[in-house]
């Protein structure tokens, strides 16, 4: 498969080709800071509710230490996937990265009224595909705020905050921590000059550690040592079918000998990849943009052109209504879906059931 690397930031592409090694050593130097910071400061001791039979709604938080790319979004679907099952009403709370709701100053709050996908623009990608599933939303930087807002307006019995396990300042009744069973860690490196939003160590304040795009049942060797005595559990990407314009179910037989397109702008282009040859497809290119992005004219163009006439292009879920906008009408272009399995989900969420 060819890969096709395009990002929404031209000086991103600039530096890669020409002096993004000369920022290497000030990259290593704050990075070295940023460590030296955290290990200085005193570990944060997370707030903790009075369980399931406290007042008001359990808080289940989703989050990760390494930035982006851990399954937060499949995660939370199957969490409140789950509690509807058991006849619960689950909330979802998330900063509304890259909507204009994000800094509207106040909480916004989206109840599902048809398709996720009109509110993207105003809410961001993971709320539209909340409301696409058929879950509330409250959109807000500040998370206690957000909170306030989905008690009084939403009544839900339980609440999920989405990216949330950094914020030790908040209330929880269950604290999960995402860890990709592949790479626990990303490259072991702080930020800026690495991936770890926090040193491995912040592991040990979880409630329970998930270990996604699992392929076992046993801990890696480098996640072991920082783990502490959370109970571990261990969770799949799947593929969920695909979908066309008008919303139906299509056959992967349908596209067998066409050529496969994929594109995406996540922050785990592999993942999809991947995903999609467990569906049964077999592209031939795959053309990647920068997590969040927002397509154009001009994408369209570069997406459309990696083959001939026939071919099929395919998308994720969080790209699916902003690259509808984008690509003509004429194009075939279908959405496959991913849904995230945790082995003993129900004892995952026991503590708050």
């Not at 130097?29 to 008001?56: I, N, T």
């Not at 939303?137 to 957000?146: F, L, Q, S």
């Not at 994408?299 to 906008?325: H, N, P």
Request: glycine share 12%; hydrophobic share 40%.
């Amino acid at each position: 498969m060819r890969i096709v690397e395009r990002y929404s930031r031209g000086m991103r592409i600039y530096l890669a080709r020409e002096g993004w090694s000369l920022l290497v050593p000030l990259r290593f130097v704050l990075s070295l800071g940023h460590g030296f910071l955290l290990r200085l400061s005193p570990a944060p001791c997370p707030a903790r509710r009075s369980g399931a039979g406290g007042p008001g709604p359990s808080v289940i938080s989703v989050g990760n230490l390494v930035a982006g790319g851990a399954g937060k979004t499949p995660c939370v679907l199957a969490i409140a996937s789950e509690l509807k099952r058991r006849g619960r009403s689950p909330a979802v709370i998330c900063s509304g990265y890259g909507g204009t709701a994000r800094d509207a100053g106040r909480p916004v709050v989206a109840v599902p009224a048809g398709p996720g996908g009109r509110h993207v623009g105003v809410l961001g990608d993971e709320a539209a595909l909340y409301l696409d599933e058929g879950l509330p939303v409250v959109v807000c930087r500040d998370r206690a705020r957000a909170i306030e807002t989905a008690c009084g307006e939403l009544g839900p019995t339980h609440i999920i905050l989405d990216d949330a396990f950094h914020r030790t300042e908040l209330e929880k009744d269950l604290d999960i921590l995402l860890l990709d069973h592949r790479r626990p860690f990303g490259n072991g490196r702080l930020l800026p000059g690495g991936e770890l939003r926090e040193p491995p160590s912040a592991a040990r304040r979880a409630d329970a550690i998930v270990f996604t795009r699992a392929c076992g049942s046993s801990v890696p060797a480098e996640a072991a040592p920082h783990l502490g005595a959370a109970p571990v559990f261990f969770a799949r990407h799947l593929p969920a079918g695909l979908t066309g314009r008008d919303g139906r179910p299509v056959d992967v037989s349908s596209v067998s000998g066409r050529p496969v397109v994929l594109f995406s702008g996540i922050a785990r282009h592999d993942s999809f990849e991947d995903l999609a040859r467990e569906a049964g497809l077999d592209p031939a290119v795959s053309v990647r943009f920068d997590d969040h992005h927002r397509y154009r004219a001009d994408d369209a163009d570069l997406i459309v052109s990696q083959e001939g006439a026939g071919a099929v292009f395919v998308t994720t879920g969080k790209d699916w209504e902003k690259a509808l906008r984008a690509m003509p009408s004429s194009v075939e272009i279908l959405r496959l879906g991913m849904r995230m399995e945790i082995e003993g989900i129900e004892r995952l969420l026991a503590p708050v059931i």
